[in-house]
């Protein structure tokens, strides 16, 4: 069975700081990894995914994420935050049927300090 | 360009009312999903589609039903609401490996 893990249920940086949001998962097969964003009252959007290829994987708004098999991680990064920025952030992981076996994590809120 | 569409957006029930969410895609999808959110658990997958005709159930199946009406729709009912159905629910559809989700349901049962 897959799973997720999020450390930290909420993250506070302030604005120009470094992003980290720390993503781990388990997965029986080589997976399919996501980021997904949520902002206030709406529903998710894709920031990045990595399914093969290059594990350094760059997405929308700035962000990337390095997939690290030997850690079992997927960590989002941003260089630089925005206090647009601020909203939840999902890590899922998904086997090749992607749809039916998509797991999620349970959440990380940014908060971007002025 | 809609993409998934919701409704309601909001909805409070008494604890034993029924209801219908109603979800409908325009991508041309195959797969929709039912979701449900609560704080600190993500997202849960409550039943799912994988074609027009098919369902199956996912982790959270129990209080629930859905109908996979056509290719474009598909709903999720509530026969008898309880309390422990107070949630966010998200339908979705999948496509170019990814899913695509509405703007989710607010649903309150008191």
């Known amino acids: 069975a897959q799973s997720v893990t999020q450390l930290g249920s909420h993250v506070s940086v302030s604005e120009g700081a470094l992003v980290l949001l720390r993503c781990n998962y388990s997965s029986s097969v080589p997976p399919y990894l996501f980021w997904y964003v949520q902002y206030p009252n709406q529903g998710l959007q894709l920031l990045l995914k990595?399914?093969?290829?290059?594990?350094l994987v760059k997405g929308i708004n700035g962000f990337e994420a390095e997939f690290k098999k030997s850690e079992t991680s997927f960590h989002l990064t941003k260089p630089s935050a925005h206090m647009s920025d601020a909203a939840e952030y999902f890590c899922?992981?998904?086997?090749?049927?992607?749809?039916?076996?998509?797991?999620f994590g349970p959440g990380t809120r940014l908060s971007v300090l002025p | 360009n809609a993409g998934v569409t919701q409704t309601p957006k909001f909805q409070v029930l008494k604890t034993g009312q029924s209801m219908t969410l109603q979800c409908a895609q325009d991508?041309?999808?195959?797969?929709m999903y039912w979701y449900r959110q609560d704080p600190g658990m993500g997202l849960r997958l409550i039943y799912y589609?994988?074609?027009?005709?098919?369902?199956d159930k996912g982790e959270v199946p129990n209080g629930y039903n859905v109908s996979r009406l056509n290719k474009r729709e598909f709903s999720l009912r509530l026969e008898s609401a309880a309390p422990s159905q107070t949630s966010v629910y998200f339908c979705?559809?999948?496509?170019?490996?990814?899913?695509?989700f509405g703007s989710g349901t607010q649903l309150s049962v008191l």
């Open positions: 991508m041309n999808h195959n797969s």
């Open positions: 979705a559809s999948s496509g170019q490996e990814k899913l695509f």
């Open positions: 589609s994988a074609s027009e005709g098919t369902t």
């Open positions: 899922a992981v998904s086997d090749h049927n992607y749809g039916q076996n998509f797991v």
């Open positions: 990595y399914t093969t290829g290059a594990t």
